[in-house]
């Protein structure tokens, strides 16, 4: 790989207090040329290796033992230039990742996530889109009613949105970056990033996974696929 190509390279740091769980998503991603495991850790040491070795992308486990995810997670997120983290979790109903989500995180992976979708995943997080599965997200949020505003408040703030913000909000939801949505959609990445931002103030929350769950919440993901299978 010469210089050129070096600098496209994803840096990940692997966060998990089971080595096995460690060394086999170093050995999967290590097998991509654009993504280097840069350094694997514990919950005890992941704040500190995450801050010496500054990776783009920090994978990490939502429940440790020593030090748990959100702690790692908060601690992080205090830091400048916060690396994107995605969440590792065993089960996609995990009581945490909502938590999770509302404290910073990009999104969150099942650990039987299969190999060749790994990288994809990876790459969807260093491009600044979300990794959300969205069965998942909607078990989390019916289990947990008080966490959020009344549907109808939300699907409300929904309908602020113009048609092309609603087109722009699924796709976010979907956890396409803005260079991959302008593509779908035939815009350019400076067009879709002021969507975005218009999208996050008309529906009054901070972060694009945020603004993906509240679409899921109002069921505009699902009127979204009705509309496409007519």
């Known amino acids: 790989m010469n210089e050129g190509e070096a600098e496209h390279v994803i840096r990940v740091v692997v966060v998990d207090d089971e080595a096995l769980v460690r060394s086999g998503f170093e050995?999967?991603?290590?097998?991509s040329e654009d993504i280097e495991v840069v350094a694997t850790a514990s919950g005890g040491e992941a704040v500190?290796?995450?801050?010496?070795?500054?990776?783009?992308?920090?994978?990490l486990d939502i429940r440790m033992p020593d030090v748990d995810g959100l702690t790692v997670l908060r601690e992080l997120r205090k830091t400048p230039d916060a690396p994107v983290v995605a969440m590792l979790t065993t089960f996609d109903a995990d009581e945490y990742i909502?938590?999770?989500?509302?404290?910073?995180?990009?999104?969150?992976?099942?650990?039987?996530?299969?190999p060749e979708q790994l990288a994809h995943l990876v790459?969807?997080?260093?491009a600044g889109g979300v990794v959300l599965s969205?069965?998942?997200s909607r078990s989390l949020l019916h289990s947990h009613p008080g966490t959020e505003?009344?549907?109808?408040?939300?699907?409300?703030?929904v309908r602020l949105l113009t048609a092309r913000e609603r087109d722009?909000?699924?796709?976010?939801?979907?956890?396409?970056?803005?260079?991959d949505i302008g593509a779908r959609i035939?815009?350019?990445a400076g067009t879709v990033k002021d969507h975005v931002s218009a999208i996050l103030t008309k529906l009054r929350v901070s972060s694009r996974v945020q603004a993906a769950l509240l679409a899921q919440r109002a069921g505009l993901l699902d009127e979204h696929a009705q509309e496409a299978s007519r």
């Open 27 to 31: 050995l999967i991603l290590n097998a």
């Open 48 to 59: 500190e290796t995450i801050r010496r070795e500054r990776p783009d992308v920090v994978l």
């Open 98 to 114: 909502l938590t999770a989500l509302h404290s910073g995180a990009a999104g969150f992976l099942l650990k039987d996530t299969e």
């Open 123 to 126: 790459r969807t997080l260093a």
């Open 134 to 136: 969205p069965k998942a």
């Open 149 to 157: 505003t009344p549907v109808d408040d939300q699907a409300a703030r």
């Open 168 to 179: 722009v909000l699924v796709l976010v939801a979907e956890g396409l970056s803005n260079a």
């Open 186 to 188: 035939h815009l350019g």
